[in-house]
């Protein structure tokens, strides 16, 4: 299981990024793909989660900024993330499961990725 994320980056608050993790070794379809995040000195926080049959969840503190979507043809997960706050700075992890709905967005996966730096200046 690979999975690479790309997309990170230094913006500004009020602006966007988005996130791209790649995955292969897998079967794509059957898995649960999600992301979550880690600041230095804070607890790994889960971000979102899309299941295998497209349902989404998130965290509170991103609901109505974040999306997440997938694109099955390309084993390609995607995080756009708007509005974006200070308080968003992290590590960003993509992560897979082979539970196919973890109901929730979670840090607790199977497999996760290296993780691409997401920094918001004030």
């Known amino acids: 299981v690979q999975l690479v994320e790309s997309g990170g980056g230094l913006v500004q608050a009020g602006g966007s990024l988005r996130l791209s993790c790649a995955a292969s070794?897998?079967?794509?379809?059957?898995?649960?793909i999600g992301w979550f995040r880690q600041a230095p000195g804070k607890e790994r926080e889960g971000v979102s989660c899309i299941s295998s049959d497209g349902i989404t969840y998130y965290t509170d503190s991103v609901k109505g900024r974040f999306t997440i979507s997938s694109d099955n043809a390309k084993n390609t997960v995607y995080l756009q993330m708007n509005s974006l706050k200070p308080e968003d700075t992290a590590v960003y992890y993509c992560a897979a499961d082979q539970r196919r709905n973890l109901g929730r967005a979670t840090y607790e996966y199977d497999y996760r990725g290296r993780g691409t730096q997401v920094t918001v200046s004030s």
């Open positions: 070794g897998f079967t794509f379809d059957d898995y649960a």
